[in-house]
């Protein structure tokens, strides 16, 4: 009779490893415990409303918290926590959005610029040396203001801007990796450049690239609260955490409900990743490994 195989054993080890390490530490379990909470938020937010997000109600305007309202109403009399869930679903598929078009196209530019080298790695380089001169949030800022106002031309200038610091990476982690032996050997038994790239070079980069895109989720939904705060991202009457705190702040000293919550999900979101990024960070580490008892 064959023994059954335990599930642990079945799950590669390397993945096992990553696993034990973020659970050792208590901030990374927290933040990955937040971001699970969100994503079902925003996947069960038409089941989970208490009221229509964008119904109209103007007798029951800034209306303060209460039982048939928890966070109270906005300045048209719109459910605040019934916004701020389906907030959560408009910032978390900015959030995706972004960070996938930039990871992908940051890391394939990298891969390219560092294994060919030549001319090729000069014009993508200096194309990200251009752009890395300027403040991230400010040349968004710009793109945005010359695409005009929308949520699409936010995701499209937050795209353009963030790609360089994924093709910088991985460019440093190619640059290493193309030398080693195994891909010396692949050379030597007829391997095309494009099986190399893909096979042997790009899973060299994986690491810092997954690292970079957790902590990249953070500072994507920050820059589209702010594009959105100033007129250019979320238009009314779309639920989006930073046009929120837009149309709230004129009502500061009346009903500070109105840019209290829906700074605080931003506040708690950015900082869940960010807490998630360091545990990913150190537990794919290598040199974060446990020290050998003597």
């Known amino acids: 009779m064959e023994r059954a195989i335990p599930a642990r054993e079945k799950v590669s080890p390397y993945i096992l490893e990553v696993v034990d390490g973020l659970k050792e530490n208590r901030l990374a379990v927290v933040g990955l415990a937040i971001v699970v909470s969100l994503v079902l938020m925003a996947i069960l937010a038409p089941f989970i409303v208490p009221h229509d997000p964008i119904e109209l109600h103007l007798d029951l305007r800034l209306l303060s918290p209460s039982w048939q309202y928890p966070l109270g109403t906005d300045d048209l009399g719109r459910c605040i926590l ?149 007129g250019l991202g979320a238009q009314p009457p779309m639920p989006e955490w930073g046009s929120m705190l837009n149309s709230g702040r004129a009502f500061l000293r009346v009903a500070p409900h109105l840019i209290t919550f829906p700074g605080l999900a931003i506040m708690v979101t950015v900082l869940a990743f960010n807490f998630l990024g360091d545990g990913l960070r150190d537990a794919l580490d290598p040199r974060q490994k446990k020290r050998v008892e003597i």
Not at 107 to 114: F, N
Not at 115 to 132: A, H, P, S, W
Not at 172 to 197: D, P, W
Request: net charge positive.
């Open 82 to 230: 019934s916004r701020l869930i389906y907030g959560t679903r408009v910032s978390l598929q900015v959030g995706v959005m972004v960070v996938g078009i930039t990871a992908i196209s940051g890391s394939l530019l990298g891969l390219t610029a560092g294994y060919l080298g030549g001319i090729i790695d000069e014009i993508i380089m200096r194309i990200v040396d251009v752009l890395l001169a300027f403040p991230g949030l400010i040349l968004a800022l710009v793109i945005a203001g010359l695409l005009g106002p929308g949520l699409f031309n936010v995701m499209l200038a937050l795209s353009v801007v963030g790609w360089t610091r994924y093709a910088r990476v991985v460019r440093g982690c190619v640059l290493s990796a193309k030398e080693r032996g195994f891909v010396e050997a692949a050379r030597a038994i007829g391997s095309s450049n494009f099986y190399i790239m893909f096979r042997h070079v790009l899973p060299e980069a994986l690491s810092p690239v997954i690292v970079m895109s957790t902590l990249g989720m953070g500072w994507t939904i920050l820059s589209a609260a702010a594009l959105s705060f100033l």
